[in-house]
């Protein structure tokens, strides 16, 4: 069974920390680049972190040097440490393989979790 379950978010001032989880299920997870996503109000969803399976990370330039991916390849589990959070981070954020996985031809996202950053 195709499964992503995101989890961590909150409401967190500005310079606060956070610590998203997600936990895939083996079909998507044990080969794959995995990546976290997030999808602001009025925004195209856009990768923010990514990290293969041998654990070589990338981050976009809007993220880079506050948040860190990690995964945990015996718990089939990502992790996205968020530190020093402004209030443009607010999003939900999605984790999926590198690229997105597909079932029937379309992209598959799990629920999501909500990060709110307050000024």
């Known amino acids: 069974q195709v499964q992503l379950v995101e989890s961590g978010g909150g409401l967190v001032q500005a310079g606060g920390s956070l610590r998203l989880s997600c936990a895939a299920s083996?079909?998507?997870?044990?080969?794959?680049?995995m990546g976290w996503y997030r999808q602001a109000p009025g925004k195209q969803r856009e990768l923010v972190a990514g990290?293969?399976?041998?654990?070589?990370?990338n981050y976009a330039d809007s993220v880079k040097g506050r948040f860190t991916i990690s995964r945990d390849n015996a718990k089939n589990t990502v992790y996205l440490q968020m530190n020093s959070l402004k209030p443009e981070d607010t999003a939900v954020y999605y984790c999926?393989?590198?690229?997105?996985?597909?079932?029937?031809?379309?992209?598959?996202w799990g629920q999501g979790t909500q990060v709110t950053v307050s000024s």
């Open positions: 999926n393989s590198l690229p997105a996985w597909k079932v029937a031809g379309t992209n598959y």
């Open positions: 083996a079909s998507i997870f044990s080969i794959n680049a």
């Open positions: 990290i293969t399976s041998g654990g070589t990370t």
